[in-house]
């Protein structure tokens, strides 16, 4: 039932200037119908999961190889996923699980998009590899409520793949045997949080679990459970394939592989590319046709809102890995660029990413509840025209009192762009607050946001 | 009473799930449910709370917790709008007044024939082609100007 032709599931063209990438996640891009079956085992899709399989190669082995890989987790936090692996109990009387995170909402964040849309094949082996490796029979791919049709077109590929015998019992002959499914979300940021995420698998409004303990050992139905991210896992079969030093070294120290980008804002191909870890902004910013409009830079978020903003200067120094967005005081992230021009205001800017963690903030933990709300009041009224000088060292005193002081990182998201912003672009707020109305003046700027 | 189809559908959803397990199906089986009726009445949630043997409170603690549930009739078209950061860059408010302006209504309100209802969205993860809209929860329409908006308006009317 409900089994579908697999096919590409919106009209967005298929990026076809790959020039400048170099594809890990999204190798099938550079063939005709990238999201189809035959595609990916024409490049040698599901062959290194069954190499694994049926030599019955250890576990331990195979967690050494991804450790070497320098592989830490896409979807934010950076944690290496060789030693996240190394945390599931390698005895456990029961089922354990194994969860793929593609519940992208972090606004500028849409790379998993991408790999469930045209190269799902990719992530599914992804999983059962690390099923294989971590004894989980039964594993789910979370997938973001908003993005419907890429749902859709992931469940057929599964049918797909368990058609072709790379799901289900008895994997290739042995006593391997692994399901995956494909479960949805309906529209809350805070689920791409992983305890949340169980919450909501399991059937509840998605508030995060107090840690620990952690899913490795109460995850998916109290059992033991690995939960990555999209690319994470999209990653592994080709470092399987290639060796984990292969993968370390398309990358730099401490960042190894390479990083889908998800660019967005004011540049002129908005889109996701893949790059090499350490690749420098000014690259990747030329990759997706430089600012638009001729104009100039004036802001980047380089990892998505609850990574720090960085004026141009400073991120047109950097290179786009871990170490080098950490010494320019932000982060990766999961990769998500957000371009801002010249004509940028960038109190609005803050006023709708204040709205945005109000508004998606799951009200367990009151510093962030009643925070995220107050920060959002305040400039409303800055916005509005009546600001007090006082507000932006009060701004600053909620935001410092969210973190850290929750059960989950949204009360620090919530608080990372309120002071980097104030920080990197403190005058522009004061002429606000003293002239009431923005300091940029252009018709191109973004003229209102009602709520 | 849930129909027969709707029936068909969540069945399919609990094979996911292990047996004792039944509250999980509890997101989709709102999602089917709204997407035959329109709209999650409370007589809606509690059908689905029955029949998947959970407290109804829990079924309405979902239904309440994420955004895309409709506990209000939102006419025969929802169309939601992103205005986060990235949307908002490239101009979706632009987008957001044609819209209002075409339909003649605000946000969370509906068309008097009932046709349409306009929504103000949080992050859909497509921020690559924004500005963008979602259609009754399944459609994804990018890279929006005035123009293809009345033409998705057209196309929705027919």
């Not at chain 1, 990916?40 to 195979?62: N, Q, S, W």
């Not at chain 1, 969860?99 to 909402?105: I, M, P, Q």
């Not at chain 1, 107050?374 to 006082?390: F, N, P, S």
Request: hydrophobic fraction near 35%; proline fraction near 4%.
């Amino acid at each position: 039932m409900t089994t579908k032709k697999a096919k590409s599931s919106t009209k967005a063209p298929v990026m076809t200037d790959l020039k400048g990438q170099t594809l890990v996640c999204l190798r099938t891009l550079t063939e005709k119908n990238p999201a189809a079956l035959e595609t990916y085992v024409k490049l040698g899709g599901y062959a290194t999961f069954k190499r694994l399989v049926t030599d019955k190669v250890k576990a331990t082995d195979i967690i050494t190889e991804i450790k070497k890989s320098g592989l830490r987790g896409r979807g934010g936090a950076g944690f290496p996923t060789g030693l996240k692996w190394s945390f599931m109990p390698r005895y456990f009387d029961g089922v354990k699980y194994l969860v793929c995170n593609t519940d992208e909402g972090e606004p500028g964040t849409f790379k998993d998009r991408d790999i469930i849309r045209y190269n799902p094949h990719q992530l599914i082996e992804g999983m059962a590899i690390a099923a294989y490796t971590l004894g989980a029979r039964v594993g789910y791919n979370y997938i973001h409520g908003e993005i419907w049709q890429d749902y859709e077109a992931f469940e057929a590929a599964l049918h797909e793949a368990k058609a072709a015998g790379y799901l289900g019992e008895h994997l290739f002959g042995t006593h391997f045997s692994f399901d995956l499914y494909a479960v949805h979300g309906y529209g809350a940021y805070i689920c791409g949080e992983e305890t949340a995420l169980i919450e909501s698998i399991e059937g509840k409004k998605g508030q995060p679990r107090f840690k620990p303990p952690f899913p490795a050992s109460y995850g998916v139905f109290g059992k033991p459970t690995n939960v990555n991210n999209t690319e994470s896992y999209a990653s592994i079969p080709w470092i399987m394939q290639h060796s984990g030093q292969a993968f370390a070294d398309l990358g730099v120290a401490n960042s190894g592989g390479t990083k889908l980008f998800s660019v967005s804002g004011h540049v002129e191909k908005p889109g996701n590319y893949e790059v090499k870890m350490g690749t420098p902004f000014t690259e990747l910013l030329e990759l997706a046709g430089g600012v638009w409009k001729g104009r100039k830079l004036k802001a980047v978020i380089p990892g998505g809102p609850s990574t720090a903003v960085l004026p141009a200067s400073v991120i047109e120094a950097a290179t786009m890995d871990y170490d080098s967005l950490s010494k320019a005081r932000s982060s990766l992230g999961a990769g998500s660029m957000i371009v801002m021009d010249e004509t940028t205001c960038m109190v609005k800017a803050l006023h709708r990413l204040s709205y945005f963690f109000y508004e998606e903030s799951c009200g367990q933990c009151t510093p962030c509840r009643e925070g995220t709300g107050w920060v959002y009041r305040i400039i409303d009224r800055i916005v509005k025209g009546q600001g007090k000088m006082e507000d932006l060292d009060l701004l600053t005193d909620v935001s410092k009192n969210i973190s850290g002081r929750t059960i989950c990182a949204l009360g620090e998201a919530a608080a990372t762009p309120v002071l980097s912003f104030i920080k990197h672009f403190r005058l522009e707020f004061e002429y606000y607050i003293e002239h009431g109305k923005s300091m940029v003046d252009s018709k191109a700027e973004p003229s209102n946001v009602k709520h | 009473m849930l129909s027969p189809q709707s029936i068909e559908k969540i069945e399919y959803e609990l094979t996911k799930y292990p047996a004792n397990q039944r509250q999980a199906a509890v997101m989709s089986a709102l999602r089917i449910v709204q997407t035959e009726r329109g709209w999650l009445s409370q007589e809606s949630i509690s059908e689905v709370a029955q029949y998947l043997g959970m407290p109804e409170i829990a079924a309405m603690e979902v239904a309440t917790f994420y955004n895309m549930y409709d506990l209000a009739p939102v006419g025969k078209h929802k169309i939601t709008v992103c205005t986060n950061i990235s949307c908002m860059l490239r101009d979706s408010d632009v987008i957001v007044d044609h819209l209002k302006e075409k339909l003649g209504v605000g946000f969370n309100e509906v068309t008097p024939d009932g046709q349409f209802c306009l929504k103000e969205g949080e992050c859909m993860g497509c921020c690559g082609g924004a500005p963008l809209l979602h259609v009754n929860n399944t459609e994804m329409h990018e890279f929006l100007t005035t123009e293809k908006v009345d033409a998705i308006l057209e196309a929705l009317k027919k």
